[in-house]
């Protein structure tokens, strides 16, 4: 039996998608540049997708999607094209839990020294607006915050945080590589500038993202080059990934209504099963979370250490796919920033571990994977061990 439960690390793209690859690349393979049949029909396709894309999270005018090369790019697009509109360093405020893909231009930032705030956050891994509020400075640019964290599955307040920056004049990023997909996105309502998405969390394919940009929102882009995307990416766009990109992202809104609580009962589920194991302590938020998102922290005796990596080799033996948050450096296993950041200590920050659910995922598959869990843990944790 074999279980994928990694679905916030990638999605299998789904068989429509995988249609439109292929007719893409049979029939409307041209350069949307181009001037001839060959370029409008690639084109038409690019556009379609924007439409598509667009609509995903409710935006109206097509034109706010740039496409870009996943949801990296449009982060780094996001945090770098702001900054490099500025001559002089400023300030910016980002949270302590991002991805890497906004922690590590904010960490350049610092280098060329502009100011950074991380917001604090509290043990289920939650910003309090107050403390954006607190850490405005008069040369604050922008705020970047993530929308649902990847490792722990927590939600973020957005609306409010986007209210109390945009209120003051201030751009607000928000990265919903996560969300997008999985729960209804407003932009309107979201009241935010600048949005990240990343077509293969969503059943598209890898190679795609995109980055909304609100009209009026001025970016110095990071490519120079053809003009392409509103002079905002240049490059020939990735045709196929992105008419993928379009498809999968039609089929996700389309699917949200009964995808969604389907998802948040599996997940729901899987948490229920495992409450009584006394080796595993929940992370996050469990009102404000992701709903295909399950994570825990694996707690043994004193003597023991078992960490999420040796979790993930345990149930890949056993057919099962999922992730841990601590990542190997230099050969060295280093506790997850993450956990830290939300009041773990070091040994506890090693023994993350994460399943993500998806479409493929069925009931049996979550009763199945926690009776395995229950029982690799049982295992490897001597049975006389008390704990907590
Ligand atoms: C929250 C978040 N932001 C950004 C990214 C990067 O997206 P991509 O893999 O498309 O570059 C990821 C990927 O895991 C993510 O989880």
New binding site residues.
Partial sequence: MQIYLDY???TPPRPEVKEKLQSVLTQHWGNPSSLHTWGNNAATVVETARIQVASLINAIDPESIIFT???????NLAIMGVARKYKTPQHIIISSI?????SEPARLLEEWGWEVTQLKVNRTGRINPIDLKNAIQPNTVLVSI?????EVGTLQPIEELSHIARSRGILFHV????VAGRLLINIEQLNVDLL?L????LYGV????ALYVREGVELVPLLGGGGQENHLRSGTQAVSTIAAFGVAAELAATELETETPRLISLRDRLFDLLADCPYLIPTGDRLYRLPHHVSFIVVAPESEQITGKTMVRQLNLAGIGISSGSACHSGKLNPSPILLAMGYNSKESLGGIRLTLGRETTIEDIDWTAMVLKQILDRLIPPLAVIR
């Fill in positions: 916030s690390a990638t090369s996943g949801g990296t790019e449009a982060n991002e991805h890497s893909s906004i993530i929308y649902g964290q990847s990265d919903a590589v996560q990240s990343s077509s293969h969390k890898q190679g795609a993202g």
